[in-house]
Each structure stands twice: as structure tokens, then as C-alpha cells.
């Protein structure tokens, strides 16, 4: 029997530009090479790009994960993460009842990427 293995898909909302994307998917290759190569990390969107989320569960259910976590890559709670990611979430888990599927809060709401923000906002008037 293979060892478990957790997927892990940074959602974020898309947009017509592509170079829109270009933060989440460096985003995604660091998270790669800090897990490393049997630990697939995956970037989903909510609309305007691919994969979306259900395609990115159903890809690393089908490359063996069996838990997935979701990280909502959004600065807060806005409709999106409190009415349609839920949504999403329960037709993943329905079409795929034995893998675990969860959400963490939204980036944003984390203390200490707020902390990582204010730092960087201070290092930016020590540029002038």
C-alpha cells in the first residue's frame, strides 16, 4: 500500500489577464519545492482561468492524495469564500466521499501574513 498522501490547492479567484496569476503561481512552486516532489500542491481558480477547483481535487485524488486542504488565497471573506467555496467544497466531497477535503480561513485573516504585510508596508517608506 502507497503512504498517504496530502494534497494541498491554493484557490484564488482568477481574472482575464493572465500575468494576474503570475504571484500565486510562485506562490505554488515555493510551497513545491518546500514539500517536495511527492507532495503535490496544486492553484485553482474560481472563475476566468483553469483549472478550477473540482478539476484540481479530482487531479490529485487521481495522483493518489488521500486528504486535501484547500487554502483560499483571498484577503478576506468576502461572498466568494463564505457562499461559493462552500458550495464547491461540498460537491468535491461528494464526488469524492473517501478523501478528505477541508478549507483553511482565508490567507488574509491569518495574523501572521497581516504581520508579514505591515512589515512590508513599513520597508517600503524606509525606501525613500
Do not use: N
Not at 503512504?3 to 482575464?16: E, T, V, Y
Not at 512552486?29 to 478539476?55: C, I, N, S, Y
Not at 464526488?95 to 508596508?121: F, K
Amino acid at each position: 500500500m502507497s503512504p498517504a498522501r496530502h494534497g494541498l490547492i491554493l484557490f484564488a479567484h482568477g481574472a482575464r489577464d493572465a500575468r494576474w496569476a503570475e504571484p500565486f503561481e510562485r506562490l505554488a512552486d515555493k510551497l513545491r519545492t518546500l514539500r517536495g516532489r511527492d507532495a503535490p500542491v496544486a492553484l485553482a481558480f474560481l472563475e476566468l482561468m483553469t483549472p478550477d477547483l473540482a478539476t484540481a481535487v479530482a487531479e490529485q485524488v487521481t495522483a493518489g492524495c488521500t486528504t486535501i486542504t484547500v487554502v483560499p488565497v483571498f484577503f478576506g471573506q468576502g461572498g466568494h469564500v463564505r457562499s461559493d467555496l462552500p458550495q464547491m467544497l461540498d460537491a468535491c466531497r461528494a464526488a469524492h466521499p473517501g478523501v478528505p477535503i477541508r478549507a483553511s480561513v482565508p490567507v488574509g485573516e491569518d495574523d501572521a501574513v497581516l504581520d508579514a504585510l505591515a512589515q512590508y508596508c513599513l520597508r517600503q517608506l524606509e525606501r525613500d
